[in-house]
């Protein structure tokens, strides 16, 4: 197995570690996977997410060759923005999802552990003319929570003026930092890329600050399903469409039909129409009657016992101190407001349906 380059920072601080996407990865620490989660939402954890693939693009073209292979509006996202995207499949489905910044003649891109060989792949052979470069020599920190920000700001003071989904770049003790101020846990702070070699400088500075510990994968998995958010490979994969997904926001209308620049990117031809004709089945959140624990697979029924849907995120909210689920279920039982349940062993367990996110973001607009 692969190790990030804070693997022996993560050992001496009496992590418990387990493989993810081919990574020794900490999974918990000794504060535990809830005192962890609920520390986040109280003051600031510092993640290690150097497992992700990072990437440069660059080319004379690289925007309108990016937006071919994405279904959301490149061309129009502002210089030292950043924006959620896609890479979809000629039937319309998600190979995997990613945050790109726009750093004016380059694009930075962000993707998934477990899909970043494929991903590379793709964006080499379907970016014709462009550079793709892999960052392998950079590790990436996530600093997440209502205090992140004051403690990021000691030690890089211009970054506290950073709004939700800005990308930009910092110098600090002589070391260049990538900062975006986005994260995967619905609360505020920065993704930081740093150069292998000075990333346990930084990572010290940061945990010599009392409200920062280090949060474990367990606690970012509940941290983000709390979030409504998905996860590639259980919520979103190459049997889900966006529309399916839920995630329509991310394709803006600029793409969209009667858009300026509709289509134009790969599965257009299915994706766009379910906009209009609506897909059969459909992302949603529940909140769990009881204090059962309802987990992925778990199928979803009515009360005739018909099966309706299968939970994608199942676990218990720390926040909530109670179980919620993600789940797709059809849309005509969405739509006839039938009572649906969680079989658990034979036993259905009532749901109720809940907007998402299930705890609200505090995102940083200003």
């Known amino acids: 197995m692969k190790r990030t380059p804070l693997y022996q920072q993560h050992i001496a601080a009496g992590a418990r570690m387990v493989e993810f996407a081919g990574y020794e990865m900490p999974v918990q620490y000794p504060l535990g996977v809830k005192k ?12 290690d997410v150097s497992h992700m693939g990072q990437v440069m693009l660059r080319g004379a073209n690289v925007k309108e060759a ?3 292979i994405v279904p959301v509006d490149v061309l129009g996202l502002p210089e030292g923005m950043q924006r959620y995207g896609l890479f979809t499949t000629e039937n319309g489905a998600i190979s995997d999802d990613l945050m790109f910044a726009n750093w004016g003649e380059a694009l930075f891109v962000v993707v998934n552990a477990a899909c970043k060989d494929n991903d590379i792949a793709h964006m080499k052979a379907s970016l014709v003319g462009c550079e793709v470069e892999v960052i ?20 890089v003071p211009d970054a506290v003026k950073m709004t939700f989904m800005q990308s930009t770049q910092f110098e600090w003790q002589g070391i260049e930092l990538w900062v975006s101020c986005s994260g995967y846990t619905g609360e505020d702070g920065y993704e ?13 500075a940061l945990l010599d600050m009392p409200e920062v510990e280090w949060i474990g994968l367990g606690a970012r998995d509940s941290l983000r399903l709390e979030a409504g958010l ?29 858009g300026e620049r509709e289509g134009g990117f790969i599965g ?7 906009f209009a004709n609506k897909p059969n089945r459909k992302r949603v959140g529940f909140l769990v009657d009881g204090k059962a624990p309802v987990r992925e697979g778990v ?45 658990v062993r034979g036993k259905s367990i009532p749901l109720i349906q809940t907007k998402m996110p299930f705890v609200p973001a505090h995102y940083f607009r200003g």
């Open 192 to 204: 930081i890329s740093v150069p292998n070699e000075h990333a346990q400088i930084l990572t010290d």
């Open 66 to 68: 990016f937006e071919k």
């Open 230 to 258: 998905c996860l590639y490979g259980h919520d979103i994969d190459t049997s889900t469409t966006p529309v399916e997904a839920s995630l329509n926001w991310a394709i803006q209308p600029v793409r969209r039909l009667g």
């Open 268 to 274: 257009a031809d299915v994706i766009l129409p379910e």
């Open 136 to 155: 392998d020599d950079r590790a990436l920190l996530a600093i997440q929570g209502p205090k992140a920000r004051e403690a990021f700001a000691r030690l």
């Open 36 to 47: 962890e989660h609920l520390w986040v939402r109280e003051n600031a954890g510092l993640f």
């Open 299 to 343: 199928e979803i029924i009515n009360e005739a016992g018909d099966v309706k849907g299968t939970v994608t995120s199942g676990g218990f909210s720390p926040s909530l101190s109670q179980p919620i689920v993600m789940a797709y279920v059809e849309t005509q039982s969405l739509t006839d407001e039938t009572p649906l349940f969680a079989n």
